[in-house]
Each structure stands twice: as C-alpha cells, then as structure tokens.
C-alpha cells in the first residue's frame, strides 16, 4: 500500500554533513507518523528519529539529539533526515518506516508497518 524510497546515503568524513531523504506512495502520508531507523553493520536496528502527522512534534535517540534533525513536507509526501557533525559510530544502513494511519508516535520498529530498503551512510574516521 505504502512505498517507501530512501536516498542521500553515501561515504563522508567525521564532522561532515549529509541529508537524507524518504519519498513516499499513497495519499495518507500526512496521516501516518514517519521514522528514521539505522542498523549498523552487525547490530540490529535501532530507532534514530520519529515525526508526527503534521511534523509539530518530534523524538530523537539520545545518539542523534542535537546533531540529527527530521522534517517532513507532506505536500510532497517527503521525510528528511539532515545529520550534522557525524561520527563513525553513524555508519549504518538508514530506513524510512511509517506508521499505521492515525497512529501516536513511538520509538519502537515494531510500531511500524512500512518500510524502505535503505541506505547506506559510511563515516570515516
């Protein structure tokens, strides 16, 4: 129902900047809370950012707060993550998920029923 499409991955330096970006299908995307996910090579996936409907309101991990920053155009139907002065410990593959329609916002992956194939963002130290 919900296709999902990441791009903006790609090799940067520690303390660079790269902005990520979610396309999305469908006609509910202003409905559906949006995150961004990150599975590091080996680890499982752990939660990064999340937005709700109208992106009044949003959550950070503790690992992205104050470097991370996620915004939505839903006029667009776009879901962007900008992520400044990154840090090895950053390299990993990123996915956009949405949520169920109407649904509050939560950190958990398993709240999430959509999901994009990824992309690759790799930090050098």
């Known amino acids: 129902q919900v296709q999902l499409v990441e791009s903006g991955g790609g090799l940067v330096q520690a303390g660079g900047s790269l902005r990520l970006s979610c396309a999305a299908s469908?006609?509910?995307?202003?409905?559906?809370?949006m995150g961004w996910f990150r599975q590091p090579p080996g680890k499982e996936r752990e939660f990064v950012a999340a937005?709700?409907?109208?992106?009044?309101?949003?959550s950070y991990a503790d690992s992205a707060k104050g470097r991370f920053t996620i915004s939505r155009d839903n006029a667009k139907n776009l879901v962007s993550l900008q992520m400044n002065s990154l840090k090895p410990d950053d390299t990993a593959v990123y996915y956009c998920?949405?949520?169920?329609?109407?649904?509050?916002?939560?950190?958990?992956?398993?709240?999430?029923?959509?999901w994009g194939q990824g992309t690759q963002v790799t930090v050098s130290s």
């Open positions: 937005i709700n409907w109208n992106g009044g309101s949003t």
């Open positions: 469908g006609r509910t995307f202003s409905t559906r809370v």
């Open positions: 998920a949405a949520e169920p329609v109407r649904a509050a916002v939560t950190l958990s992956a398993a709240g999430y029923v959509y």
